[in-house]
């Protein structure tokens, strides 16, 4: 079992506080600089040659930090606990497809240049189920690439994608903050934020995208006839060339490496922690929103 209070506790990302009544709880804020003791810690004290299970952990570098530590030390079964259906989920190795756009609910939107290969990914339903899950698939891409995953989704497909690559490094998107990396092959990048990604314009498609009406979305294309083939052809070349104006040579990342100790870190943290968490009605929030995540996302939520 790698629950988040535990874990979050043992690298030093946690605090015990008191609400205004008294009451004792614990808490956890987790760091992108928690990352490569994350890694440590799994490789040092998780038995992967049993079933992982992971419950409780809702920042999604953190999760698919987790996974992705799991997998390169071997193991096998990996699931996560959600809250709504009250079950473990697996986390899979999902197969991948040459030149794929669209899967059973999903969408992938990529945008590619020599070095980098970012991919936003869509529900094209109303809902995205666990029956969606199980013929899910992926596009198939050039892995010696640096990948970028952007999407709301959630946070167990997010850790399959991820844990279905094994490119060079992998990001993952951060709202207000960037593209964490939480897989690489050089250890020492783990925990970087990357505010962009070189030679793609990201906030141009994100702008883009907001001012893009939802009812625009694709759906899946089920009948695969010969007209079918041939409108999806055309979708595709028409969404590459759209694309192309995303690319951009004069964009250069900016790469934040958090350079204090860990242990300055760890402190630094837990102050934050005890900031503005005296009330209880914050902590009944916070355990109302643990209760609600669920298997699936309104397209609506997007």
């Not at 903050?177 to 050089?186: E, L, M, N, P, R």
């Amino acid at each position: 079992m790698i629950d988040d209070t535990e874990l979050g506790f043992d690298l030093g990302y946690g605090k015990e506080i008191l609400t205004e009544d008294r009451t004792p709880i614990k808490q956890v804020k987790w760091s992108e600089k928690a990352l490569p003791e994350i890694y440590k810690n799994i490789k040092e004290k998780i038995n992967t040659k049993q079933p992982i299970r992971i419950s409780g952990i809702r920042a999604n570098f953190v999760l698919c930090g987790i996974c992705k530590a799991l997998k390169k030390n071997g193991a096998q079964a990996i699931s996560i606990y959600d809250a709504r259906t009250k079950q473990y989920i697996p986390i899979k190795s999902l197969q991948k497809k040459r030149w794929l756009k669209q899967t059973q609910g999903l969408l992938y939107n990529i945008i590619e240049n020599k070095e980098n290969i970012f991919m936003d990914i869509d529900i094209t339903k109303e809902q995205y189920s666990l029956e969606d899950y199980e013929q899910c698939m992926l596009p198939q891409i050039k892995e010696n690439k640096k990948l970028y995953l952007s999407g709301r989704m959630p946070l167990w497909l997010l850790a399959s994608i991820s844990n279905s690559y094994d490119s060079n490094k992998i990001f993952t998107f951060q709202p207000g903050k960037g593209f964490t990396c939480i897989s690489s092959i050089d250890e020492k990048e783990l925990g970087t934020i990357a505010d962009s990604i070189d030679g793609i314009n990201i906030n141009r498609y994100f702008e883009d995208k907001k001012n893009k009406s939802k009812e625009q979305l694709p759906v899946v294309m089920e009948k695969q006839g010969i007209l079918s083939k041939i409108k999806k052809w055309f979708a595709n070349f028409k969404e590459n060339r759209e694309n192309a104006k995303y690319l951009d040579n004069t964009i250069k990342v900016k790469t934040v490496t958090q350079t204090d100790s860990v242990s300055q870190s760890k402190k630094t943290f837990q102050k934050e922690l005890q900031k503005g968490v005296t009330e209880q009605s914050k902590i009944k929030e916070e355990r109302l929103s643990s209760d609600i995540l669920s298997p699936t996302i309104s397209r609506t939520d997007i």
